[in-house]
């Protein structure tokens, strides 16, 4: 089993939830470059991992897409995934104000 939360802000800036989520969870944040997503943060932990995205990515045509467009209003996306649900996660960026719970699922 695999457990996914989808969080979002429209308060925070990727670089700025990146020092608010490294200062609640003690992680260490890594930026990533990739073609298709654009710059995005990455943290990996011994349950799971948990990645910083924009929501805005440049498209094949030059125009920004939306990485997530069934959530536009977000403007930055924190994404978890962890092997089992994982409570004290969740309660702890629950806490970070401006972030909002958008999405959960477990495969």
């Given at each position: 089993?695999?457990?996914?939360?989808?969080?979002?802000?429209?308060?925070?800036?990727?670089?700025e939830?990146v020092?608010?989520?490294?200062?609640?969870?003690?992680?260490?944040?890594?930026?990533?470059?990739?073609?298709?997503?654009?710059?995005?943060?990455?943290?990996?932990?011994?349950?799971?991992?948990?990645?910083i995205?924009?929501?805005?990515?440049?498209?094949?045509d030059?125009?920004?897409?939306?990485?997530?467009?069934?959530?536009?209003?977000?403007?930055?996306?924190?994404?978890?995934?962890?092997?089992?649900?994982?409570?004290?996660?969740?309660?702890?960026?629950?806490?970070?104000?401006?972030?909002?719970?958008?999405n959960?699922?477990?495969?």
């Open positions: 089993m695999t457990d996914h939360h989808t969080y979002g802000t429209s308060t925070h800036t990727a670089d939830l020092r608010l989520v490294s200062d609640c969870l003690g992680l260490l944040f890594t930026e990533r470059d990739s073609n298709y997503r654009g710059v995005y943060h990455l943290a990996g932990s011994p349950n799971g991992r948990i990645e995205q924009p929501t805005p990515i440049l498209g094949d030059g125009e920004d897409d939306l990485y997530a467009p069934e959530h536009p209003a977000a403007q930055v996306l924190l994404l978890t995934t962890t092997p089992t649900p994982h409570p004290a996660l969740q309660a702890r960026l629950g806490s970070i104000e401006g972030l909002i719970h958008l959960h699922e477990t495969v």
